[in-house]
């Protein structure tokens, strides 16, 4: 695999390729020196306009412990913030050689279009609200390590799936695990035609037994300003999870960061049932799989002898 | 006419297209299947033309070209009325480096377009009477085809203040529009449509209510919710459209809504014109042929306002335009420079160049398939300015000779030999495309000839 642009690209077999290949990787994080050679001499390079740290810091450990050397970055202050167009900023990075370009920018699309302008591999790290398709592959690793398999399980996805990347990955990566998936949230924040994706609509909790899994998505405090729910009160009041809504033996997963007292009870976050250190963890592992997929698997299949694809300039 | 229809006040109220000075066109084309169906003009013909007018039709091979005339050998190739649009940007003043007049006018006639009717949505906006002087001093100067102007209803576009409608329709304003934008303010709209009253001059109207757009960049629907972009939803247009026809009721005045795109502005468009609103309408060569599927890939070529929508939507237009709800194809040409193109799709201006495949474009998907007869196709190309009280191609003897010869064997792909546009900005850019225009003559001079034709082109002595 060249790139890693969206979950949509992908096949059950890629998925699990890449997450028997961080379940390997598992160990290394448990050494002393948390660091295997797979990838010397090679250049991440992080390319975020948008503020991370979770995910930013997540592929920098990543790239780390491959023994890759990394460089980050940022938009803010650099030459974007004078006014450099996104391609004459990757044509610039390009000109460095980096072997792999981490990329996160509000726009969708945005890392396929970087793809067709450089040599590097491309790893999306959320393009706009389209996908987020390394958050939704640790979210699968996860669910691996909690329940064995996700095949036949019913996860529901609850909150503002209108605004969220990592609703639209986590539905596709979830179905193509063989998992069920329903989404659940106030109307004016569930797209019209999200069905399509293959899952449920519910507008209430009212059926939330049904889950084996309930992944809340994080409520931005910015959808306020354009009034797509009456206060944060009243969508605590119908969406939060909290105890009374959450079943004993249900799984809850959160991309983070929380807001306490909104979309989660405090209670609930710091109960058992939460595995959300336990996504953060999986992050690192996943990340290493990914890069590891995409410099050294990609390197594999171009030494094979089949032709080799040809390369956008 | 409604009782409250102006007095024609003559002077004031002549609509200036303007173009380069040009030689009268003599011309023979002979052996041609001239199709018009305005003037039951369907078989094989020979045309001449001299001065600029078309002479004589005759039956085919029996005309021989008088000294001077040069002859064209059409071996049984198409000759249409020329089209007319009256919906393109031309970009000037102002975004010259996305079009300019000579550009522009370039690639109408490229299309087979012999006039055209610019937008005012340029920098600064046409909206007094000196910007639309020099302008038309402009075209004079530089335009291969003739070219009208529609000066703004509001100053700046801002939607607030009318703009001097009655002394820019003397100096010649083909009508008003604040097109890229909706008259939002329907307070501020009902006095335009009363102000016709003074300066006649259809308001042509670009439908969207901007509080159900919002940020939207392409058409709500499963395409949006897959891609994760914000959608417009198709009633963002069609509940304009049916505020502005009650209101253009009430004022007994007179609307053109610009490029349809949904299936319920036909039908708002379709019921307002059965209760006598005086209403037209157009759809651009895109809206008819592609949906919001070909945006999957994020092409920011296909980026423009409105989007495209489903496939009942496109359906829905195709059979507007058939039961004549919707009474002209018009391109709706928007040039966007390279490097504003290239970036991501949610940062991409809306808008593609159409002038220069309207006619492939439509002929490839609609014509080709048996979905739409040409003849058909032909009127809703020629008819557009005619809404505009201004001409209608058309090819009988006398007329002015606005025509063009067409190859509908040829096969081409789009931008493979680039554009006569300064933009390559095409949704149909890499399709492969039947129709080729070979020839075009506008208000009786040769605009544009394919360079291939060149070839069959026989000249008698003493001309070049």
Redesign the interface.
Known sequence: MRHLLSI?DLTRDDIERILDRAAAFEEVSHRDIKKVPALRGRTVLNLFYEASTRTRSSFELAAKRLSADVVNFAASGSSVEKGE???DTVLTLTAHSPDAIVIR??????A??VASWTTAAIVNAG?????HPTQALLDVHTLRQKLGSLEGRNIWIVGDVAH??VA?SNILAFRKMGADVTVCGPPTLI????E??GCDVRYDLDDLREADVVYALRMQHERMDQHFVPSLREYAANYQINGRRLGPRQVLMHPGPVNRGVELSGEVVDSPQAVITMQVKSGVVVRMGVLYEVLAGARDERSAPQPTEPQLA | MTPHEPPCNGAARTVRLVSAPTRPADLLLRNVHALDPRAGLDGAHDVLVRRGEIAEIASAGSLSAPRGAETVDGEGRHLLPAFVDPHVHLRTPGQEHKEDLETGTRAAAAGGYCAVIAMPNTAPVVDSAPILGALLDAAAREARVPVGFMPAITRGLQGSELTEMAELRGLGAAGFTDDGRPVVDAGIFRRALQYQRLCGGVLALHEEDPSLSGKGAIH????????????I?SVSESTMIARDCALAEYEHARIHIQHLSARESVAVIAAAKARGVAVTCEVSPHHLTMTDEDVRG?DTRRKMNPPLRSEEDRQALVEGLRSGVIDCIATDHAPHAR?EK??????APMGTTGLETAFAAVYTDLVVPGILPLGLVVEKLTSGLGLLDLFVPTIVAGEPANLVLVDLEAEWVVGESGYESRSENCCFAERSLRGRVLLTVAAGAVAYRERSTILSVTSSAGQR
């Open positions: 949509e167009s996104l391609k920018t509000p726009y969708a699309g945005a396929a279009l393009d706009g609200k389209h996908e969220s990347r639209r797209p019209r035609g999200i399509a994706l | 709500e629907g499963v395409v949006s919710a897959l891609l994760g972009v914000a959608g939803p994020l490097d290239e970036v991501p799709f949610e940062q």
